[in-house]
């Protein structure tokens, strides 16, 4: 079955600190892979995309893993700001050539930035 | 600016009542996808369209219905079928090939 599957579902943290969101999947065959930022009561916004042959990638403060042989990927936060209080939805997408409709959708990690 | 615009934010249905939800792009995309999101769960596909008249449902159809008149517009209407129809409902537009979607600020329904 094609799953996705994000830890922790929630978390805490304080302004300043580092954190590390996980995504593991079951999804095949494999196309690339999506985290997205989403604000409450906004829709999700893309921070990055990584193909099978990605191991890392950067967005400012935001920094993507993904290990194709374990099916596993993680987001880092690298010194959090409150505006980084959002849920981080991890999106993997199936090789179908070209369609459409093969998002597998994490539930998300809703993370909460505290002062 | 370029962007999908959702509306209304807010959309309260009484029972037995259709309601449209209206979802307009101005960033030349040729597909459009219409998501439920509940709390505690990822997104689901309602439908979706890769070009003007022609649409596909998705994993949970039943009780929706959509229309793509323009390439600009994809709305969704819920109709008095869906049973539960209390939720956040996202838009979606994509560019071709693997660019990412990039969403709307979604419609609530909630029922009176």
């Known amino acids: 079955k094609n799953q996705v599957e994000q830890s922790p579902q929630s978390l805490i943290i304080l302004e300043g600190k580092n954190c590390t969101l996980q995504?593991?999947?079951?999804?095949?065959?494999?196309?690339?892979l999506r985290w997205y930022k989403q604000d409450t009561g906004r829709g999700p916004v893309s921070l990055t995309i990584?193909?099978?042959?990605?191991n890392t990638k950067s967005n400012g403060r935001y920094t993507a893993t993904l290990d194709a042989d374990t099916k596993q990927s993680s987001l880092h936060i690298t010194a959090s700001q409150l505006s980084d209080s959002a849920s981080y939805i991890c999106?993997?997408?199936?090789?179908?050539?070209?369609?459409?409709?093969?998002?597998?959708f994490g539930k998300g990690t809703k993370l909460s930035v505290k002062p | 600016d370029g962007g999908i615009t959702q509306s209304p934010k807010y959309l309260f249905r009484k029972e037995g009542q259709n309601v449209t939800l209206s979802c307009e792009q101005n960033?030349?995309?040729?597909?459009m996808y219409w998501y439920r999101q509940d709390p505690g769960q990822g997104l689901r596909l309602i439908y979706y369209?890769?070009?003007?008249?022609?649409?596909q449902k998705g994993d949970i159809a039943e009780g929706y219905s959509v229309s793509r008149e323009k390439k600009e517009s994809f709305p969704l209407t819920v109709t008095s079928a869906q049973k539960n129809p209390t939720a956040f409902y996202l838009c979606?537009?994509?560019?071709?090939?693997?660019?990412?979607?990039?969403f709307g600020d979604g419609t609530r329904l909630s029922i009176l």
């Open positions: 979606a537009s994509k560019p071709g090939g693997w660019q990412p979607q990039h």
């Open positions: 995504c593991n999947y079951t999804v095949s065959p494999f196309s690339n």
């Open positions: 990584m193909t099978f042959s990605e």
């Open positions: 999106v993997v997408i199936r090789n179908y050539g070209g369609s459409q409709g093969n998002l597998i």
């Open positions: 960033l030349n995309h040729d597909a």
């Open positions: 369209s890769q070009i003007v008249n022609d649409f």
